[in-house]
């Protein structure tokens, strides 16, 4: 079984579309992330949300907002897609924060604004 | 600013010896640190995590040294095998912070 999955697995689209990226996550852990990783390799985190608290990276523009349905669930919404965006989306989990636990990470969206 | 950096964009080990990576950081106390391994096409799959008042882990064939006063953590395979190859990422982080370095590409040669 996957731990942690996401679709899809490869977005192509236009510049000024929305789109959102799926993540899904078996492990029952509380917490979870989103993560970018640019061209230069760069791994980025943007996001981390858990049943009580959304931390926001403040470098993150706005267009880009987080949306969880339930706890085993973070979705990733993108507004005004825009050049800049294009990179490698990677969601992780982790049962307690990001300093002290071990991060599982999803195999990555591939995302490509035209 | 904070900043990570890992010695070399890529290193080439012949199988068998010690590979040794190193990790670099300045304006930051982390009060962990962590190391990744990352093939191409795949997310980071987690190795170690040190805390910042230990000198050393170990896990296998692999060895974590993290050195507070001279803001380094050496990341060490013994007996590398070319299925060690790949991406090797490190990672501080303190409270809910957490930035990663760019990475070092093993190759471990046959």
């Known amino acids: 079984d996957t731990a942690v999955s996401q679709t899809p697995k490869y977005l192509v689209t236009q510049m000024g579309n929305d789109k959102s990226i799926k993540c899904e996550q078996n492990?029952?852990?509380?917490?979870m992330y989103w993560y970018k990783q640019d061209s230069k390799k760069f791994l980025k985190i943007m996001f981390s949300?858990?049943?009580?608290?959304?931390?926001i990276n403040e470098t993150v523009p706005n267009r880009f907002s987080p949306k969880s349905p339930d706890k085993a669930h973070l979705n990733l919404h993108i507004n005004s897609l825009e050049l800049g965006d294009s990179a490698v989306y990677f969601c992780?989990?982790?049962?307690?924060?990001?300093?002290?636990?071990?991060?599982?990470f999803g195999p990555g969206t591939r995302l490509t604004v035209l | 600013s904070q900043k990570i950096e890992q010695n070399s964009e890529a290193l080439n080990i012949q199988e068998g010896k010690t590979a040794t990576l190193t990790c670099n950081y300045t304006?930051?106390?982390?009060?962990?640190l962590q190391w990744y391994r990352q093939d191409p096409g795949r997310g980071p799959v987690f190795l170690l995590l040190i805390r910042e008042n230990e000198k050393e882990k170990r896990k296998e064939r692999l060895k974590v040294t993290f050195d507070t006063t001279l803001k380094q953590s050496l990341f060490h395979i013994t007996a590398s095998q070319p299925a060690d190859s790949a991406t090797y990422l490190c990672a501080l982080a303190r409270d809910d912070k957490i930035i990663f370095g760019k990475g070092t590409r093993l190759h471990i040669l046959p």
């Open positions: 949300y858990n049943n009580k608290e959304l931390i």
């Open positions: 304006n930051y106390s982390p009060a962990y």
């Open positions: 992780a989990s982790s049962q307690d924060g990001v300093s002290t636990d071990t991060q599982y």
């Open positions: 492990l029952g852990h509380d917490t």
